[in-house]
C-alpha cells in the first residue's frame, strides 16, 4: 500500500446535494484510505459499513446504513453473519504521556505539539489543547455516493449509536458515519503554547486564584489519575456557596426568580412614592420638601437654600479662593504628587517583572477597607489602592493647608472633603474590588442580584430613604433576648416610664440609684444582654436601680422642651422613687445628654435648696462646648434653620436623620463598610447586638431639639453663669456641690474628652475623673469579666487636661469596679432588698415596658 494517499474527488451525486462549498477533510491514515478505495469499488450492498479504528482510540459501533442499489451477494450475506457473531476486536489504548521531573515551580506534565498528519480523534493527548474536542462531536466525513439526507433518512441511524451491529447483508461503505463524543481526557494533559517545563503564572490584573490539589498517581503505570479520580482543587476561601473559587454560571432559573421579587419590590417603592408625593400640606411632606414634585413652582425660590442644607456651596468657595490665592502651595503639593506617582510606577513595574518591592503609601492599621489579600497580591490591585491613597493624601493636604480660613468653616471642609475621599474609594465599586469580582466569579452574579435586592428592601423599610441593614433585625426582639434584666414599669407619664429591676441580693444598699439615659438613643445599650449588662452589673453588687426609658415622641409631644424633659424626667422620676422605697435620696447616673441633663437638673435643685441628689456620676457628658470635634460641622445658622423649618412641618426630627449624622462620623465603618456587604457582595448583615442597638433611632420634638442645639451646641449658654433659665431659674453650674464621679473615653468622636475634663474646673463639690480605653460606647460597656481595654487614673485635677493626662497611672482593665468602690461612701447601709411593687407604686408591666418597644423603622 501506498504511503501517500490516492487524490480525493468529488462525488456528482454528492455535488448535487451537499453545499457548494465542502470543507477539505483532514488527512486520514493510509489503511484508512486503503480500505475505503477498496470498499468504493466493491458493489454496495444493503448493510452498515464498519468504520475505520485508529489507533489509540474507542471503537465504535457501527450503524445501519441508508439502502443503495446494489446486487446481492451470497458472500456479502456470509460476511454480515460473521460479523453478527465475533465481537469488534478492542483497540490498545495509547499509553499516557510521562510526568515531566518535579522542579521548583509547579509539576506540569512535558507535551510536544505533534505534526499533524493525523485527524483529530479523541483520546490523542497531543490534542488536549484544543478544548472543543471535550465538548462538541466530530464533524461528519463526506462520504462519496451519500447525501446528507440520505444519510439522515437512514433508518436506526440514532437508535443505533452505541449498540452492536446487526447482521447485514453486505458491508457498505457509502454511509454517513455517525457522529461521536469524545473521550475526556486526563486532566494532567494540557497542550502549552509551547513545550516550557515551569508553569505560566497568572495575569497580575486579577485576583489570586485558589491552588488545585495534585492528582493522585496510578500505582499501575505511576501516570496521573483520570479526571473522574483527579482531586478536586481546594480554595484558599470557600465561598458559602461552595463553590470553591470555581467559575459558575447564571443559573436561568434563579435569575428568573430573582428579577421577579426585584420587579415586584420596585413596584412597591414606586406605588409608596407616588402616594407619598400625592399627600396635601397638611400631611407634613409634599408642599414642605423643595424637591417633592407637588411642591408649587412658585415656592421654589423661597426654598432654595434648602436645596444646600450643610452649606457646603459657600465653604468651598471661600476655600477654593484662598487656595489659589497661594499657587505656589499649590504647585509645591503637586509635584510632591507627581514624585509618589513616579515612586508608584517604578515600584509597580518592579513587582510586573517579578521582583520585591515596598509600597509607596500604605493604608492605617485601622482602615478595614482594603482587609482582602488580593489587594496585596495582585500588583495592578495594589497599584490602584496606593494611587487611591496617594490621591486621598494629596486632597487632603490640600483643604487642610489653606490658610486664613474661619475655624468653623475649616472643619466643614475637612470633614465633607473627607466625605467625598471615602465615598470614591475603589473598594466601594465592583470593578475595582478585586473580593466582588472574585465572589460575581464564584457566584455566576448572583451576588449582585442579591445586593440589589437588598438595596431595594432597605428602600421599603425606610420608606423611600435608604436605610442601610446594619444586622439582623429579626436575630434580636427586646424583651426576649436583649434588654432582658427582670423588673417592672412603675410609673409612667407623657414623656418617660420608670423602671425598678428586682433584686438580685438579699440585701441592697439604703440609698437607690437612678440611671437618666440620652433621648437620643434608647437606654438598653446599657442592658444588651446579661453579660456585658452594666445595670445588671449594679443590681448585682447590691443596689436598688431604677432607670428612665424616653418615649419615642411623635407630633403630639413636639411642643416639649428641655425644661419639661427635666420636670417629667428626673424630677418626676426623684418622687416616684421615694413613692416606691420609701427614700427621699438617691444616687444619680446621667450617659451623654443625659448627664448635661442631669447637671441643668442639680443646678436647678441648687438653687432651690433640694439635695435629694447624693452623688452624681457623668458619662461622656458635655457640658462645655466650646470644642465638639466634628458635630461642630452641623451646627451653624444655615443648618439649624433648614432643621428647623423641617421639624415643623413634621412635628419631630425624624430618627434617621440623626442616626445618618452619627454614623457619617465615622463612614467607612457605619456607612461603606455595609454598602460594599450588603450590595456588591450580596451578604446578608451579621447579627449584632450592639448595631441593633445603634439602629433603633429615636425622634426629637423641635421645641426640646431646638432649645438644646442652639442654647448648648451653638452659643454654649450653660456653661456661662444665668446663661439658660430652667423653670424661671437662672442655670449656674458653679453652684453644684454635688460630689462629682466623671468618665469620659479616649477615642470619643462625640464627646471629646478633653471637652468633657472642663467641667473638672466648673464644679464646686468634689471630683473624681477618670479617663477609660475606646469610645463613646465599648469605653462605657466594658464589664470586668471581659477583661478588655484599660483605663486612667489621677486624683490631681490640673486646669490643663493633657498635664492631667501626663500624671496618669494607666490601669488594665473595667472601669466599673472604681465606680463601685467611690460609690459605697455615699450608698448607705445595708437594708432587707426591695422588691418592686412593695411600696406605694405597684407594677404597671414588665421590664423593659412598652415606651422603648417603639420603632422608626421596622
Known amino acids: 500500500m501506498a504511503d501517500t494517499p490516492p487524490k480525493r474527488t468529488r462525488s456528482p451525486r454528492v455535488s448535487k446535494t451537499a453545499p457548494d462549498t465542502v470543507a ?21 450492498a444493503k448493510t452498515a459499513a464498519p468504520k475505520a479504528q485508529v489507533r489509540g482510540t474507542t471503537p465504535q459501533p457501527a450503524t445501519k446504513a441508508a439502502p443503495v442499489k446494489a446486487a446481492p451477494a451470497k458472500a456479502a450475506a456470509a460476511k454480515s453473519a460473521t460479523a453478527k457473531a465475533t465481537p469488534a476486536p478492542k483497540a490498545k489504548a495509547a499509553p499516557a504521556p510521562k510526568a515531566p521531573a518535579k522542579t521548583s515551580a509547579a509539576p506540569r506534565p512535558k507535551v510536544v505539539r505533534a505534526t499533524p498528519i493525523a485527524p483529530p480523534v479523541p483520546g490523542a493527548p497531543h490534542l488536549k ?21 440520505k444519510a439522515k433518512a437512514a433508518p436506526g441511524a440514532a437508535r443505533g449509536a452505541g449498540k452492536p451491529a446487526k447482521a447485514a447483508a453486505a458491508p457498505a461503505v457509502a454511509a454517513k458515519a455517525p457522529r461521536r463524543k469524545a473521550t475526556p481526557l486526563p486532566p494532567s494533559v494540557v497542550m502549552p503554547a509551547a513545550a516550557v517545563p515551569d508553569a505560566p503564572k497568572p495575569p497580575p490584573f486579577m485576583p489570586a486564584p485558589a491552588p488545585k490539589a495534585e492528582a493522585p498517581k496510578t500505582e499501575a503505570s505511576g501516570a496521573e489519575a483520570p479526571k473522574a479520580a483527579a482531586a478536586k482543587p481546594v480554595a484558599k476561601d470557600t465561598a458559602k456557596d461552595g463553590s470553591n473559587g470555581e467559575v459558575r454560571l447564571p443559573d436561568p432559573v434563579e435569575m428568573t426568580l430573582a428579577m421577579n421579587r426585584i420587579a415586584e419590590q420596585a413596584q412597591r417603592l414606586v406605588a409608596d412614592f407616588v402616594a407619598r408625593q400625592a399627600q396635601t400640606p397638611a400631611d407634613g411632606t409634599a408642599a414642605a420638601d423643595p424637591m417633592s414634585i407637588a411642591a408649587p413652582f412658585s415656592s421654589l425660590p423661597a426654598n432654595l437654600s434648602n436645596l444646600d442644607p450643610f452649606n457646603l456651596g459657600g465653604a468651598f468657595m471661600e476655600m477654593t479662593a484662598r487656595l489659589m490665592a497661594d499657587p505656589n502651595r499649590l504647585i509645591e503639593a503637586q509635584l510632591g504628587l507627581w514624585q509618589d506617582y513616579l515612586a508608584l510606577w517604578q515600584r509597580t513595574a518592579q513587582r510586573l517583572m517579578g521582583e520585591e518591592a515596598e509600597p509607596v503609601i500604605s493604608p492605617a492599621k485601622e482602615d478595614k477597607r482594603f482587609k482582602d489579600k488580593s489587594w496585596e497580591e495582585s500588583a495592578v490591585f495594589d497599584f490602584i489602592k496606593q494611587s487611591y491613597l496617594l490621591t486621598a493624601k494629596y486632597v487632603q493636604t490640600a483643604v487642610r493647608g489653606v490658610e486664613g480660613l474661619e475655624g468653623k468653616t475649616a472643619k466643614k471642609v475637612d470633614f465633607f472633603t473627607r466625605q467625598f475621599v471615602d465615598a470614591l474609594s475603589p473598594s466601594n465599586f465592583p470593578l475595582t474590588n478585586p473580593e466582588v469580582l472574585r465572589v460575581t466569579l464564584e457566584t455566576g452574579g448572583d451576588n449582585l442580584l442579591k445586593g440589589l435586592e437588598n438595596l431595594l428592601s432597605d428602600l421599603e423599610r425606610g420608606r423611600g430613604q435608604l436605610a442601610i441593614s446594619m444586622t439582623d ?63 445588671r452589673w449594679l443590681t448585682e453588687q447590691g443596689y436598688t436601680v431604677f432607670v428612665i426609658s424616653w418615649v419615642n415622641p411623635n407630633e403630639k409631644l413636639a411642643a416639649k422642651d428641655f425644661e419639661d424633659y427635666m420636670v417629667e424626667g428626673p424630677l418626676a422620676a426623684l418622687d416616684a422613687i421615694k413613692d416606691a422605697t420609701g427614700e427621699e435620696g438617691v444616687n444619680a447616673i446621667g450617659y451623654c445628654i443625659g448627664g448635661t441633663l442631669l447637671s441643668g437638673t442639680l443646678a436647678y435643685m441648687a438653687a432651690k435648696k433640694d439635695a435629694r441628689i447624693k452623688s452624681a456620676m457623668y458619662l461622656v457628658t458635655l457640658t462645655d462646648f466650646t470644642d465638639v470635634g466634628e458635630l461642630s460641622v452641623f451646627i451653624d445658622e444655615e443648618q439649624l434653620g433648614a432643621l428647623e423649618s423641617r421639624m415643623k412641618s413634621r412635628g419631630y426630627l425624624d430618627g434617621q436623620s440623626m442616626a445618618t449624622t452619627f454614623n457619617m462620623l465615622r463612614s467607612n465603618d457605619l456607612i461603606w463598610s455595609f454598602v460594599v456587604n450588603n450590595y456588591l457582595l450580596g451578604k446578608d448583615p451579621f ?51 454635688t460630689p462629682t464621679f466623671m468618665l469620659s473615653t479616649r477615642e470619643d468622636h462625640i464627646a471629646p474628652w478633653k471637652s468633657t475634663y472642663a467641667a473638672t474646673q466648673l464644679y464646686g463639690g468634689p471630683v473624681k475623673f477618670v479617663l477609660a480605653a475606646s469610645g463613646h460606647i465599648a469605653g462605657v460597656v466594658n464589664p470586668p469579666a471581659a477583661n478588655k481595654y484599660s483605663h486612667f487614673l489621677n486624683d490631681a485635677l490640673p486646669a490643663s487636661a493633657d498635664d492631667w493626662l501626663a500624671g496618669t497611672t494607666q490601669v488594665p482593665g473595667s472601669w466599673w469596679p472604681v465606680y463601685a468602690d467611690w460609690l459605697k461612701q455615699y450608698a448607705g447601709p445595708q437594708v432587707p432588698a426591695r422588691t418592686p411593687g412593695d411600696g406605694k407604686l405597684k407594677p404597671i408591666e414588665d421590664a423593659p415596658g412598652s415606651y422603648v418597644k417603639v420603632r422608626v423603622v421596622e
Open 24 to 44: 477539505p477533510a483532514p488527512t486520514q491514515p493510509p489503511k484508512a484510505l486503503a480500505a475505503k478505495a477498496a470498499a468504493a469499488k466493491a458493489p454496495a
Open 129 to 149: 489543547a484544543h478544548k472543543n474536542l471535550t465538548q462538541e462531536p466530530l464533524a461528519p466525513m463526506p462520504v462519496a455516493g451519500v447525501t446528507a439526507e
Open 473 to 535: 433585625y429579626a436575630a434580636f426582639e427586646v424583651g426576649r433576648n436583649i434588654a432582658v434584666t427582670p423588673g417592672k414599669v412603675v410609673f409612667q407619664n407623657e414623656l418617660m416610664q420608670l423602671i425598678q429591676y428586682a433584686p438580685l441580693t438579699e440585701t441592697v444598699h439604703k440609698t437607690p440609684l437612678l440611671i437618666i439615659p440620652p433621648w437620643i438613643n434608647k437606654f438598653y445599650i446599657l442592658d444588651l444582654k446579661p453579660a456585658n449588662s452594666l445595670i
Open 687 to 737: 447579627p449584632f447586638d450592639l448595631l441593633y442597638w445603634n439602629s433603633d433611632s429615636t425622634r426629637m420634638p423641635p421645641a426640646m431639639h431646638s432649645f438644646y442645639l442652639r442654647n448648648m451646641y451653638q452659643k454654649n449658654l450653660l456653661v456661662r453663669p444665668g446663661g439658660i433659665t430652667l423653670k424661671g431659674v437662672p442655670i449656674d453650674l458653679r453652684t453644684i456641690k
